[in-house]
Structure formats: C-alpha cells, structure tokens
Nanobody, 125 residues
Framework: QVQLVESGGGLVQAGGSLRLSCVAS????????MGWFRQAPGKEREFVAVISWSGIWTYYADSVKGRFTISRDNAKNTVYLQMNSLKSEDTAVYYCAAARGSSYPASKSNEYDYWGQGTQVTVSS
C-alpha cells in the first residue's frame, strides 16, 4: 500500500521559515512527480509546488514563487518544501501528493494518484 507521510508543520511568525517533509513508501516512485498542495478553511485545495522524482524539473504557484523551494532526496524517498518569508495567507493544511507518470507542469489535483494526511501550517502576524 502506497503511503505518503508529511511532517514539519507548526506555528511560525510571519517572515519566518518552515521545512515540510514527505516520506513515500509502499511503492516505487522513480516515475512519480511529487507535489505539494494546500487547503485553507473555506477554500478549495490549491497547488503549491511540484518536482519530478528525478529532479529534472520543478514548477511553482505564482503565490509562492521566490519564497518556497521544493527538493527531493531519492536515497530517503523524501520530498521537501522549504518555506521562507512566510505570510499569514500561507496558513493552511499542506498535503503531499504523488502523480504517476505525469509531465510538466503537473499542477492540477486530478493528476495526482496518492495523497498524504496533511500537516498544519499556521503563520501568525
């Protein structure tokens, strides 16, 4: 059974940083794009960032471009989201997701096959 487990969420002040991690298990992920989405209360789930598992390409939502960085460590089957210069509007539950055989830019929810349970990120102002 494929499992994605996020960690690293928490409470941070505006302007601060957090790093989220997502560990993938239960399958082979060499052909998977790994993405991050987020959902704030009362809002639709939105795309944040994605990286091909091999790291050939990345893509970011305009709202986070220049502040967030996605990366991966294949030896650990882990994808990261480094979040800098956090704003109150970044507050949301962040979800890790895997898209099998997807191609650039892989920015839509329906392209993803597996999802993690989410981790809460709260940015205070």
């Amino acid at each position: 059974q494929v499992q994605l487990v996020e960690s690293g969420g928490g409470l941070v002040q505006a302007g601060g940083s957090l790093r989220l991690s997502c560990v993938a298990s239960g399958g082979t992920f060499s052909s998977y794009a790994m993405g991050w989405f987020r959902q704030a209360p009362g809002k639709e789930r939105e795309f944040v960032a994605v990286i091909s598992w091999s790291g050939i390409w990345t893509y970011y939502a305009d709202s986070v471009k220049g502040r967030f960085t996605i990366s991966r460590d294949n030896a650990k089957n882990t994808v990261y989201l480094q979040m800098n210069s956090l704003k109150s509007e970044d507050t949301a539950v962040y979800y890790c997701a895997a898209a099998r055989g997807s191609s650039y830019p892989a920015s839509k929810s329906n392209e993803y096959d597996y999802w993690g349970q989410g981790t809460q990120v709260t940015v205070s102002s």
